[in-house]
């Protein structure tokens, strides 16, 4: 069966971390680059980090740059999303999405550009 599923995902305070991961399965891992997007009640979903093919290249949204940090571990056919000192405002739904590419690229930014996505989970960050 192909699809993405996140965890790790709760409720913490305002400064805390949080990891959340995200299981791939179906798919050969290895010619994806991978996304994580959020979205707030009322809000577009948005970008905030892709990681290329091999995991040497990633992007992220201003917002989150030196917050976050995407990875991944093609063993198992994860990605990751390591969210720290986080605020309120990183409330959200979060979710894995998968591009299938025959480049190195992290530049997906789009959502248009995923071919595949996680159901999500909640984020929510107490002041």
């Known amino acids: 069966q192909v699809q993405l599923v996140e965890s790790g995902g709760g409720l913490v305070q305002a400064g805390d971390s949080l990891r959340l991961s995200c299981t791939a399965s179906?798919?050969?891992?290895?010619?994806?680059?991978m996304g994580w997007f959020r979205q707030a009640p009322g809000q577009e979903r948005e970008f905030v980090a892709a990681i290329s093919r091999s995991g040497k290249v990633t992007k992220y949204e201003d917002s989150v740059k030196g917050q976050f940090t995407i990875s991944r571990d093609d063993a198992k056919n994860t990605t990751d999303l390591q969210m720290n000192n986080l605020k309120p405002e990183d409330s959200a739904v979060y979710y894995c999405?998968?591009?299938?590419?025959?480049?190195?690229?992290?530049?997906?930014?789009?959502?248009?550009?995923?071919?595949?996505w996680g159901q999500g989970t909640q984020v929510t960050v107490s002041s």
């Open positions: 179906g798919i050969t891992f290895g010619s994806y680059a």
């Open positions: 999405a998968a591009v299938l590419t025959p480049y190195d690229y992290a530049s997906f930014a789009m959502r248009l550009r995923y071919n595949m």
